[in-house]
């Protein structure tokens, strides 16, 4: 069993940035895929960024390429996203997903695929 927080969120102004941080406890991260997925009101959850167990391959939602980072810390058993230069089409509630891979170099980018989730953080970009 993996518990997931989501902390970070907050109101930030457009073209602003934010880091998220989600703390994982009950099992060491290493062989745990991990994503941040968004929903925005009235939309369906989406894909936002995914990263291996290994921390070392990474994918991205095009909507946010270029604008958010993925890391993660396994000693920390943490996972982060840097997001950077927001708009306010990036208003959503931010959540952290885990999923147990047999192998480290797996990413998971579809939503439904995730088995652990956290209670979402709120981001809000507004003038």
């Known amino acids: 069993q993996v518990q997931l927080g989501e902390s970070g969120g907050g109101l930030v102004q457009p073209g602003g940035s934010l880091r998220l941080s989600c703390a994982a406890s009950?099992?060491?991260?290493?062989?745990?895929?991990m994503g941040w997925l968004r929903q925005a009101p009235e939309k369906e959850r989406e894909f936002v960024a995914a990263?291996?167990?290994?921390?070392?391959?990474?994918d991205y939602a095009d909507s946010i390429k270029g604008r958010f980072t993925i890391s993660r810390d396994n000693a920390k058993n943490t996972l982060y996203l840097q997001m950077n230069d927001l708009n306010p089409e990036d208003t959503a509630i931010y959540f952290c997903?885990?999923?147990?891979?047999?192998?480290?170099?797996?990413?998971?980018?579809?939503?439904?695929?995730?088995?652990?989730w956290g209670q979402g953080t709120r981001v809000t970009v507004s003038s």
């Open positions: 990263i291996t167990g290994s921390g070392d391959i990474t």
């Open positions: 997903a885990a999923k147990f891979t047999s192998s480290t170099r797996v990413r998971v980018t579809d939503p439904s695929a995730y088995t652990y």
């Open positions: 009950g099992r060491t991260l290493s062989h745990y895929a």
